[in-house]
């Protein structure tokens, strides 16, 4: 029988697919993985309601959190602050659960620091034009958002090198990449029974 449970960390640049994996993995009841919802101080967008994907918090009440300590990790990302509430992880592993969290890569290298078990998988297109096309490509974001976004995936395909996994998420091969991360997962369980 395993001690703890695994974190898995997913990252990778805007557009490429990892939060449509990480809700599908979510809802795989033979993965039976944790998720975590995490803090924000980011705005609201119509339909999204807190407890959800994120939590809305004030400023304030980040700072509380982390002068508490209770962040595993946060970072400023894109006018907003985003951080993945320690005691939610710690419990579900310490419960023999697995915990699957979707951070940017700046997270992942914190989060690495203070746990170097977890198996970090990076999820990105088939090539850095790929990325940009995704990008620009987006009828959710204005010219602007659209290129601080492709700056900041020029930045994170760089962090690829740190990561345990590597998975290319081609167009239209949704249910394929996810089939596949959730073979990365399932292998390593099985390693350990």
């Given at each position: 029988?395993k001690?703890?449970?695994?974190?898995?960390?997913?990252?990778g640049?805007?557009?490429?697919?990892?939060?449509s994996?990480v809700?599908?993995?979510k809802?795989?009841?033979?993965?039976?993985?944790?998720?975590?919802?995490?803090?924000t101080?980011?705005?609201?967008?119509p339909?999204e309601?807190?407890?959800?994907?994120?939590?809305?918090?004030?400023?304030?009440?980040?700072?509380e959190?982390?002068k508490?300590?209770?962040?595993?990790?946060?970072a400023?990302?894109?006018?907003?602050?985003?951080?993945?509430?320690?005691?939610?992880?710690?419990?579900?592993?310490?419960?023999?659960?697995?915990?699957?969290?979707?951070?940017?890569?700046?997270g992942t290298?914190k989060?690495?620091?203070?746990?170097?078990?977890a198996i970090?998988?990076?999820?990105t297109?088939?090539?850095?034009?790929?990325?940009?096309?995704?990008?620009?490509?987006?009828?959710?974001?204005?010219?602007k958002?659209?290129?601080?976004?492709?700056?900041?995936?020029?930045?994170?395909?760089?962090?690829?090198?740190h990561?345990?996994?590597i998975?290319?998420?081609r167009?239209?091969?949704?249910?394929e990449t996810?089939?596949?991360?959730?073979?990365?997962i399932?292998?390593?369980n099985?390693a350990q029974?």
């Open positions: 029988m001690k703890t449970g695994k974190l898995f960390i997913i990252s640049p805007s557009q490429v697919g990892k939060d994996v809700r599908t993995l809802k795989n009841k033979a993965l039976g993985l944790t998720g975590i919802v995490t803090n101080t980011r705005a609201k967008r339909g309601k807190s407890g959800v994907e994120l939590n809305f918090l004030t400023d304030k009440k980040f700072d959190l982390i508490k300590g209770e962040l595993l990790e946060w400023y990302v894109r006018g907003g602050r985003f951080g993945t509430p320690k005691k939610p992880v710690i419990s579900a592993l310490n419960k023999r659960q697995d915990v699957i969290i979707n951070i940017d890569v700046q290298k989060v690495v620091k203070q746990m170097p078990q970090t998988i990076f999820i297109a088939e090539s850095t034009n790929e990325v940009r096309r995704r990008i620009f490509l987006s009828k959710k974001m204005t010219l958002q659209k290129k601080y976004r492709w700056q900041e995936a020029q930045k994170e395909l760089k962090a690829i090198k990561y345990d996994y998975i290319i998420n167009w239209g091969k949704l249910a996810t089939k596949r991360v959730a073979n990365i399932n292998k390593l099985n029974s």
